[in-house]
């Protein structure tokens, strides 16, 4: 079945600091999603990605989908202690709304 | 702001027996999903549910797993006889379509731990 391979597995930074993380298919995806997961809760969407070379602004947050729909990457620029959490990447190409997930970045925040 | 609800939050059982899960999707949805995710893993598709009918499954949603929604709120999963590696957070979610524009919302998840 379709895969995403989401990468860095981790990232630890210090506030203000600016953050990219992306993930690649070996499939098109019609749709990318990203998400984070605060601990014991459930993903909550933070940008969604419609068109191939679309880029989109959510505050600090920007994500693009890239011209192949193979690969999407998300930034998130003046990092703060908040912006700790799990991203996700999510792709759908099924009408049954399926949501592929990727492996997930684990962000920590040193103040 | 309309969110997904789940109970329990956490479900302790013995392998074996049967647990079902319950959601209360956002009232104006259509679609009902329920995800998995074992712990430090990712978030893996269980199935899909439109006009109370399975719209889609994974290998995972095999005979020991079933869907039902018994009334306008609830949307539930039933495992019948759970086994030791169905322990997971479960999450459902809910959207108004299955396409573009109208994502998913995800509830907080029921933990599963089956001992």
């Known amino acids: 079945g379709q895969q995403l391979n989401q990468s860095p597995q981790s990232m630890f930074i210090q506030e203000g600091e600016d953050v990219s993380m992306n993930c690649t298919s070996s499939s098109i995806f019609n749709t990318w999603l990203w998400y984070k997961q605060d601990p014991g809760e459930g993903p909550v969407l933070l940008i969604a990605l419609y068109k191939a070379g679309e880029l989109t602004s959510n505050g600090r947050l920007t994500a693009q989908f890239g011209i192949t729909r193979k690969d999407s990457f998300l930034n998130i620029s003046a990092s703060i202690p908040s912006d700790v959490g799990i991203y996700f990447c999510?792709?759908?190409?099924?009408?049954?709304?399926?949501?592929?997930f990727g492996q997930g970045t684990t962000l920590q925040v040193k103040p | 702001e309309p969110e997904v609800t789940q109970t329990p939050s956490h479900q302790v059982t013995q392998m074996g027996q049967e647990v079902i899960l319950r959601c209360v999707p956002i009232s104006n949805h259509l679609y009902f999903y329920w995800y998995r995710q074992i712990l430090g893993q990712k978030v893996e598709f269980l199935v899909s549910?439109?006009?109370?009918?399975?719209?889609?499954k994974s290998e995972i949603f095999d005979d020991q797993f079933s869907v039902e929604r018994p009334d306008g709120s609830n949307f539930t999963l039933k495992i019948r006889s759970t086994k030791l590696e169905d322990s997971a957070m479960y999450f459902c979610?809910?959207?108004?379509?299955?396409?573009?524009?109208?994502?998913?919302?995800f509830g907080p998840g029921t933990r599963l731990t089956v001992l």
């Open positions: 999510a792709g759908r190409y099924s009408n049954t709304g399926k949501l592929i």
């Open positions: 549910f439109y006009n109370n009918e399975i719209s889609e």
């Open positions: 979610a809910s959207s108004i379509t299955s396409g573009s524009g109208n994502e998913q919302f």
